[in-house]
Nanobody, 114 residues
Framework: QVQLVESGGGLVQPGGSLTLSCTLTGGGDRLLHVAWYRQVPGQQHELIAGLLSRGLPDYADSVKGRFTISRDDAKRSVYLQMTSLEFEDTAAYYC????????WGQGTQVTVSS
């Protein structure tokens, strides 16, 4: 069974950094257009970063210049390096394709708090 497994979240102070990881397990095609999303309670998943297999990344305005998406196809993994974190970045973070084609994983919680 194909699963997306996210990790790396945690509690961080404003201005801090975190790097999230996501791995596709259990088979499935390799991830072509991968993306990171985030969700706060009561809202839908918000697309924040995307990366084609051989393309340039693109970012939501809210994270541009602070977050960096990368991928390692050999490891079937996607990463999100987050810097200069703000209170508004508090959310559960998920990876998926773009548009989403796999069942959402459990996500990884990022909490920005002083």
């Amino acid at each position: 069974q194909v699963q997306l497994v996210e990790s790396g979240g945690g509690l961080v102070q404003p201005g801090g950094s975190l790097t999230l990881s996501c791995t596709l397990t259990g088979g499935g095609d390799r991830l072509l257009h991968v993306a990171w999303y985030r969700q706060v309670p009561g809202q839908q998943h918000e697309l924040i970063a995307g990366l084609l297999s051989r393309g340039l990344p693109d970012y939501a305005d809210s994270v541009k210049g602070r977050f960096t998406i990368s991928r390692d196809d050999a490891k079937r993994s996607v990463y999100l390096q987050m810097t200069s974190l703000e209170f508004e970045d508090t959310a559960a973070y998920y990876c998926n394709t773009r548009p989403p084609s796999y069942t959402w994983g459990q996500g990884t919680q990022v909490t920005v708090s002083s």
